[in-house]
């Protein structure tokens, strides 16, 4: 199907270790967003490409948290330093345009930090 | 501060017994609400869309409507693999989606 992918769909990191969480949206979807899912709690923002352009970074909980959309396409989420509060699910939506609001979601990637 | 409140958190239904379950909003200007569904280990399916009182959509064996403070998602008759967790979103700001915690629905057959 031509949903949104991410990868890894587990990952396993050490306290301090560096990751980085890869999204392919939609084709031609021009907007997308990283959440943060706990366990048993709804997603939360994290940020919001339109295109290339980060829009809106609110949602970071701290500097150790970086993502990128160089080419308006493909982004990636990185994680410095991981901490054990970095624990959860992130979720990568995409959507057609921007204000459509219908955000379609891939599978998430799980970090477990040790 | 904008809120979306969900109720209950979790429903255990026996087959065909129909339920309802509840997402309330505190927000200025609502743009629209979402009702996703979210299985264990995916991420959220998007179901519907409302934009105004007194709206409703109907897929299957759910209906959504909409209020001026809540939403309802009604479930006739409910299967086994009705069996999931909805959530509910409003948009934010840059188009973000604030989510509710979600109802966890649990249908024996």
């Known amino acids: 199907g031509a949903g949104v992918s991410q990868s890894p769909r587990y990952k396993v990191a050490k306290r301090g270790q560096d990751v980085a969480l890869r999204c392919d949206p939609i084709s031609g979807h021009v907007s997308l967003f990283w959440y943060q899912q706990a366990l048993g709690q709804g997603p939360e923002f994290l940020t919001y490409?339109?295109?290339?352009?980060?829009?809106?970074k609110s949602g970071l909980p701290s500097d150790r948290f970086f993502a990128e959309r160089p080419e308006g396409s493909v982004s990636t989420l990185k994680i410095q330093r991981t901490q054990q509060e970095d624990s959860a699910v992130y979720l990568c939506?995409?959507?057609?345009?921007?204000?459509?609001?219908?955000?379609?979601f891939g599978p998430g990637t799980r970090l477990t930090v040790t | 501060e904008d809120q979306v409140t969900q109720s209950p958190e979790a429903l255990r239904l026996q087959e065909g017994e129909s339920s309802s379950l509840n997402c309330s909003y505190t927000v200025s200007g609502l743009r629209g609400l979402f009702w996703y569904r979210q299985d264990p280990g995916k991420g959220p399916e998007f179901l519907f869309t409302?934009?105004?009182a007194g709206e409703e959509k109907e897929k299957e064996r759910l209906k959504a409507t909409l209020t001026k403070k809540e939403s309802f998602l009604h479930i006739t008759a409910p299967k086994p693999e009705d069996s999931a967790t909805y959530l509910c979103a409003v948009p934010y700001n840059t188009d973000k989606l604030i989510f509710g915690t979600g109802t966890r629905l649990q249908v024996f057959p």
């Open positions: 409302l934009y105004s």
């Open positions: 939506a995409s959507s057609f345009r921007r204000n459509s609001y219908e955000q379609y």
């Open positions: 490409f339109q295109n290339e352009a980060q829009l809106d």
